[in-house]
């Protein structure tokens, strides 16, 4: 008895054991391993460190449903990308998209892309940013997040004009700007505003420019960066030939801007426009821009006012025309930027002395050549991506419209399966009503039956008995009564009628003893005086009639019989029992007195004999009026 | 006659004109029961006690009331005292007339007396006959139970019935018989046959037999 005891006390300390192991489990996972390394990484200077402690926190991490594994993914993306290790972090971001989708997690898919497409973007593969943030855009709508979705739409716009792909570029954004608009990020409607303006302007379409950039400054806050747009549309009308506006535009923002770098390409501008317009000697304003940019390490800057200081010189001091397309095409080739080195070679093939041309010209070709194809490539590439992307959806079309057909399918078939069983509830649910009302009546039937029966006897009873009964008790109470042998007689017959009604009344043996029964009972019902002829009787089989057939037939001559007795005053009946393969038929005959139809009219037994016959469908026929004898003949269907 | 005779009966008044009329009939003891289970066990009380009794005259049925019966019918109680005291003999004094009930019971009892206007007539006829080492059935049981006032008649008499009816004379009937494989054809036995149907249908002739049969359209 003791060892039950200890072992129920062993579980309940079991079961407290692991409710505590399960509490402690909880606050591990805020307090664990990789949550304290990634806390380090936090805190520490040191890029190598920070790297090193990320990785170690992710080695801690062992269940890919742990939130903190994106993160650490993300900062070591970040990280990785500062220290220029492009490949690291691109591989970073692509453990942050596989892990984004085994967790469903379409937003961190989206953010992956999103990173990827930056890190390509700091190693300039302006190819693979396009695809990226194509991606992540595509990612960012699934996931219903439009704002970023037309952020990373902006960024593939810039991607696309970059690349040269102006039309795409625009549709991009377009796309971007239906996006953002709900937002009120100005910032990057203004940046899209711009954008689409660029394109409009490197396609010549100078209006539209205008009209874009205009857009654009009604979403910017900073008046800096209004300023630079408005230089912007200066510029585009200078190149419009509207150099009276132009020059109005730079003439307004050049008092308002802070920026040395943005002053000089005000006034770079401004200058090369007043050339532009009135052919003006504006060489030494432009020389001391080019030197103020120098001195500020303003590359980017130089460029114009190389290109400038080139196209002023081209027709009257050629020689320095061609010192300054020199330093154009080295300062261009430093920044890498290919169209304005095309332009540089230009101006050298144009302004060198013959035999320097070669080279140039060729330079020219190749890179004039390798623009156009990586143009070319970047259109096709595009066009490749939105193929590929429309390809796709119309798969998800196609496979949505198979499951919704597929659905409809199973409810059209669930419907055939509910109207079935609901027809099957409605035809079990009717026969059952049916067999239910069949039965009622059958029941009601039988009621009324035994109702009629009960009456019959009733009246029987009454007519027969109860009124010879009261005779007999008056004749009694008569103080001069003395014939004691009448009354006795008057008793007799009452009681053999009692016992007639009874014996009518019996019930019917219906199984095997049933043609015994039938001839006990004609042969207790024939009065002793008279013979009783039966012929055919052994050969008729018996089991072929129905139970209720049966009763009637017993019951019917029964009542036959009792007729019989009481008014023919026969010696000799004759019962004639015949078969057929359909049907039962019993002929009577006797030698008594016959019927008037008066009697027969009276005579409740014939017509109970008649009602009898009906009730199982067979048919009862007697000679009416016959003076000499009664004949009758029952049919019985088996 | 029986010295000692029980009789059950739940009728009180059926009980006492019995008594009366027992001890009439020479009777020495007379005792009743009111009860098969009653009954039973005064039966078997005196079998122990060497003096047992000589007759039981019985009810068939017994009203049920408040006491649980074990033995609930006389049926049932002639049944067990003949299997107990073959030697006991047993009367039934019953209003049950149905053939088919007392066809069942006749086997194990020595008389069957139905009540009635001449039953207690038919009652001492029975407790003498049942004396006298016979059984005993009221007059009107026997008439019903073998059929006396029905009768059956057979293809052998139809046969005979149809070719007098057609014309043929006896001799002609025990050929045609004879020729049909039909037996007994010997023209003694055709004859005596006749006899019996003339008889039997109250006819004189055998003109009168035949008008007889074709009015009942026996054939």
Redesign the interface.
Known sequence: MKSPLILSIFFIVLLISCKEKDQTKKIQCRNDLAAQFFERSKETEDLNQKLTLLKKALAEIYTPQDTLQATIYDNLIYFHNKKKEIDSSVYYANLLIKNGFEQGDTLQVAKGYYRKAKSFFYQNDQINVLNNTFQSQRYYLLAGDSVNAGKRLLELSIAQTRLGDFPASQNSAVKALSLLKPSKDSFYIASSYNNLAATYRKLKDFDEAIEEYSNALKYINSSQDSLAVVNNIANVYAEKEDFKKSLGLLESILPLAENQNFINRIRDNYYFTKWLSEKTDITDSLELIMEARSKHNDLTGLLSSYDHLVKVNEKDSPKEALRYAKAYYETSRKLNSVTDEISALDYLVRLSPVNEIKPYALEHIRLNDSLIKSRDKVKNLFAKIKYDEEQKLEEIDQLEKISIQQQLEVLRGRNRLNIAILLGILLTGSAAVIYYYSKQRHKKERIREIHATEARISKKIHDELANDVYNVMTELENPDHSYKRGT??KL?SI?DRT?NIS?EN?PV?TSS?YR??L??????S???Q??????G??DISWSKLSTESKIVVHRVLQELMVNMKKHSEA??V?L?FKETSSKLTI?Y?D?GKGFSSAELKKGAGLKNVENRIDSIGGSFNFQPETTE?F?AQIVIPF | MFKKVLIAEDIDAVNTALKKFLLSLGAQEVVYASYCDEAYLKCKKAYQEQSPYELVISDLSFRQDHREEKIRSGEELSLILKKEMPELKIIIHSIEDHPGKVKKIIPYVDGYVCKGRKGMNHLEQAIQQVYGGKSYLSPDIEQTLHHKNVKELSDYDLSILKLLCDGYIQEEISMKFKAQGITPFSKSSIEKKLKDLREEFEAKTNPQLISTVLTLQLI
């Open positions: 006795v007689k007799e009681y016992r014996r019996t043996t003893g015994e029964d001839q006990d009972m004609l042969s207790q024939v009065p002793q008279t013979t009783l002829y039966l012929i009787l052994k010696s000799i004759k004639n002929s005959i030698n004898g004949s």
